[in-house]
């Protein structure tokens, strides 16, 4: 809206922020919000436009009409520090995350009372042992919130992540995402807040995640016209079943049922299993027509 972005910074003392930085500075963090996380089209484009009428609001000096009284008090209280293995090779790693935090923490804006992460195992799934324990911490009354180096490791995609914003709400906690410049407790996060909490009750749908591009020396494998190998046991098993008189079909439908890594992206199937055991020598039904 003709504003120079960037120009805003967060006023040292709380006193000191006018209502022309709080929107400014609402503004430029709920850009960082929709630049952080991956959004269906019709929410970025809402959660922009309202980043754009915070800027209108700058522009004319219209009141800020947020709750700020707990501010000051929140900003003396302990956080839980949480780091998560990322998805992608480009994102920063768990020891990166943990040094971003300790820079924060040593300004004073925050004090770190417990340290907690989940590790590669847990990065694309619901099973976030790390995050639960940071929760249960806030339950207990130990923090008063988390922190987190960047918005998108408090979850597996972005409907995740306002889930959790949602939580933070209605339970009372702090939230502190340092990629974005989100802070819950200040008059600005109160204003990204209640946009990103309206962008939740939207209409959403399957939100696709940005893929891990193959390296060099592996691209070859991720090629559809080089299948991956099958394992020398997995043969055997396939052998073995198909002289016991059970079709493709059949052979293709247990190894699915027991999570047996296929020769390519797709699932197992008929033809998929006929073309292994083509390759086994002295097969000899594995030239006969599917069953």
Known sequence: MGMKRGVVRRADVLGSATPEMIWCEAA???????DALVFPGHVAGYLRGHA?????????????EVQVGDVVNARAGHLAAYAREPTV????????????????????????ASWHEDESEHAKNRRTPGLQDARAQIKQGKVGGIV??????????????????????TEGWRLVALDCNLDSTTPCGDLVLDALRFARRMEWRKVPQPRRRPAARDRHLASPNR?????????????????????????????????????TDEEWGA?????????????????????
């Open 148 to 169: 987190v180096a960047e918005l998108a490791r408090l979850g597996r995609n972005s409907l995740d992540v306002l889930d959790l914003i949602e939580r933070s709400h």
């Open 28 to 34: 430029e963090c709920l850009r960082g919000v929709v």
């Open 89 to 112: 090779c480009w994102q920063l790693g768990i020891p990166d995350q943990h040094r971003r935090i300790e820079i924060a923490a040593k300004r004073g804006l925050f004090a770190v």
């Open 271 to 291: 033809s998929s299993v006929r073309r292994v055991l083509r390759t086994v020598r002295g097969d000899a039904r594995a030239h006969e027509p599917s069953g």
């Open 227 to 263: 299948p991956r190998p099958v394992p020398p046991a997995v043969v055997d098993q396939m052998v073995a079943m198909r002289s016991d008189g059970r079709s493709y079909r059949a052979i293709a439908a247990s190894l699915n049922e027991r999570l047996v890594a296929p020769p």
């Open 52 to 64: 754009d009428s915070m800027e209108f609001h700058c522009a004319r000096g219209a009141p800020v």
